[in-house]
């Protein structure tokens, strides 16, 4: 079974750009959700996305959004660039069940530099 | 507001000592999970234990063991016997749940970097 996959693997942008994340999930899983990692701020939760409808928010501006397809993969996407924003994106991929616990399986990530 | 205090930002031990990851959590909700992550240089999270509120039992698996207490509201991580591939980042990190289980939406630590040298 193929895991969730995360592409491009590295990227480079310049301040004021845009750019666009993808993440592909385990098959069958519908829930997809989007961590950055930064060094000062750790590991913080972006949003979730259940049947292309966000289901949760974190705390961060309107240049972070994203959108969920009809077949479960999710984009995000980060509107003029900051350097601030240089991090790794990971995703995060689950099965929906009624009641009890769905285990989360991460991806490999994205490296964002911002230069 | 949920919150998960990872206390110890960094350790280092010499192979063959035991070495115990604090984790101090916060949250006003009766049902959740709790969880750790091991992050080598690769990035990549690897998950390693899930907890449920409900359940206070310790658990070991290998060299890895962990002790869950409501009471303190700790989550502690003990690798005995540690070896260099132990060497990694570690998260401890907390997730609601709802009606259909658990969300998506995860609250790390800041993480604590473990150093296991020769």
Not at chain 1, 18 to 47: A, D, E, K, N
Not at chain 1, 53 to 62: D, E, H, I, M, S
Not at chain 2, 60 to 87: E, H, L, P
Request: proline fraction near 3%.
């Amino acid at each position: 079974k193929a895991g969730v996959t995360q592409t491009p693997r590295y990227l480079i942008k310049t301040r004021g750009q845009q750019v666009t994340l993808s993440c592909s999930p385990i098959s069958g899983h519908r829930s997809v959700s989007w961590y950055q990692q930064t060094p000062g701020q750790g590991l913080q939760f972006l949003f979730e996305y259940f049947s292309e409808t966000q289901r949760n928010k974190g705390n961060f501006p309107g240049r972070f959004s994203g959108r969920q397809f009809s077949n479960s993969r999710s984009e995000m996407n980060v509107s003029t660039l900051e350097l601030g924003d240089s991090a790794l994106y990971l995703c995060a991929t689950k099965l929906e069940g009624a009641g009890g616990y769905n285990e989360q399986f991460f991806g490999p990530g994205t490296r964002l530099t911002v230069l | 507001a949920q919150k998960v205090t990872q206390a110890q930002t960094e350790i280092s031990v010499v192979e063959k000592e035991d070495v115990t990851l604090d984790c101090v959590y916060e949250t006003r909700d009766t049902t959740y999970y709790l969880f750790w992550y091991k992050q080598p240089p690769s990035g990549e999270l690897v998950f390693l234990i899930r907890r449920n509120s409900f359940d206070e039992q310790n658990e070991i698996s290998g060299r890895y063991s962990w002790n869950f207490q409501k009471s303190t509201s700790s989550f502690n991580f003990t690798i005995t016997a540690s070896q260099v591939v132990d060497s990694a980042v570690y998260f401890c990190a907390l997730s609601e749940a709802n009606r259909a289980g658990n969300t998506g939406k995860l609250i790390f630590g800041q993480g604590t970097t473990l150093q296991v040298k020769p």
